[in-house]
């Protein structure tokens, strides 16, 4: 499949679809887009875990809205939520095999959500960094269904349609995919409680403090740092262990928060934190956390990640 590339802003109306408007046109075609746009950027998201690539599908859904005859769509916004989805499904395979290759563990790229914190769905679900990383291990067609039934509530009728499978079969994708969420994850804290505990660790990864920080951690606390190749500075594989994370993050303290300026912000529906040196953005991190204290660090080190939340605003 051929995608033309989008260089609009992440989740913006096609710069195409806003001209027309701008201009006056009334053309239903123009209007229907701009209105779904939100629910498609989300489910394409959600199925890739990449705002570059989800962008890259709707624009490419745009462009076959545009060529299609209008007059016999019964529904727009079924049509187009289904092309997309199955734009998704058959992306997903080239986008699984790259980052089979790609160096270092592999994270979502972040989405700002302080304007829309479901971003375009029903419910906020399947948005977290830690979910998200979860939904890589689903089949397409499980992380479609998943997605269209926890996130945007469709019926198990319309996420056959779109799928083209039985009723009966999706599901038990979605609860498949239900069962693998709850056997990867710990209950989540609140977002108040996750807020608290991304400041604590902050906090002492700055002093170096290794008390503070093993006292954060669960036992089994796992650290991923994202730099895809290209940051140096990125671990190129997940440390684990309280003990591990903990001597990791200290051993790095002295040198890497030198010149370092702290911007809260909320990316995926929770806190987040962007490191800044020098007025550019050099990482993103937040945690995954339950009752027991911080299970996952997640550290977005790889610039092209963090080129479209570097504008985002304070918490």
Same mark, same amino acid.
């Given at each position: ?5 989008? !260089? ?41 875990? @990449? ?12 462009? #076959? ?17 289904? $092309?997309? $989805? ?38 906020? !679900? ?16 499980? +992380? *479609? @269904? ?8 469709? @019926?198990? #009728? ?17 609860? +498949? ?17 996750? #807020? +608290? ?85 050099? *990482? ?17 080190? #790889?610039?092209?990640?963090? *080129?479209?939340?570097?504008? $985002?605003?304070?918490?």
């Amino acid at each position: 499949m051929t995608i033309a590339m989008a !260089e609009e802003p992440i989740s913006e109306t096609p710069l195409s679809v806003r001209r027309g408007l701008e201009d006056g046109e009334h053309d239903d075609g123009l209007l229907v887009f701009a209105e779904v746009r939100p629910r498609l950027f989300g489910i394409a998201y959600r199925m890739l875990g @990449s705002a570059a690539e989800a962008e890259d599908i709707v624009q490419d859904v745009w462009l #076959r809205w545009q060529a299609t005859d209008r007059n016999i769509v019964e529904s727009p916004s079924a049509f187009l939520a289904t $092309t997309t $989805t199955r734009m998704c499904i058959n992306f997903s395979q080239s986008a699984h095999s790259r980052r089979e290759t790609y160096v270092g563990p592999w994270l979502p790229e972040p989405v700002d959500t302080s304007s829309d914190p479901a971003l375009g769905a029903e419910r906020g !679900e399947a948005l977290g960094l830690a979910i998200l990383l979860l939904l890589e291990k689903l089949s397409p067609t499980e +992380r *479609a @269904s998943y997605v269209l039934r926890e996130a945007f509530d469709y @019926s198990y #009728r319309q996420i056959a349609d779109i799928i083209q499978m039985e009723e009966a079969n999706t599901r038990q994708l979605v609860s +498949r995919a239900r069962k693998h969420i709850a056997d990867g994850r710990r209950t989540p804290v609140s977002s108040e409680e996750q #807020r +608290r505990l991304l400041e604590a660790f902050i906090g002492a990864a700055q002093k170096g403090d290794l008390a503070t920080l093993e006292g954060l951690f669960v036992e089994d606390v796992v650290s991923y740092s994202d730099g895809g190749g290209i940051v140096r500075t990125a671990a190129r594989a997940p440390v684990s262990g309280r003990d591990h994370v903990a001597k990791f993050i200290t051993s790095f303290a002295s040198h890497f928060w030198t010149g370092i300026t702290l911007r809260w912000i909320e990316t995926n529906g929770q806190a987040s934190v962007l490191l800044s040196r020098d007025g550019i953005p050099v *990482a993103l991190a937040t945690v995954d956390a339950s009752v027991e204290g911080i299970h996952q660090i997640m550290w977005i080190l #790889r610039p092209s990640k963090l *080129a479209a939340i570097s504008q $985002t605003g304070r918490l």
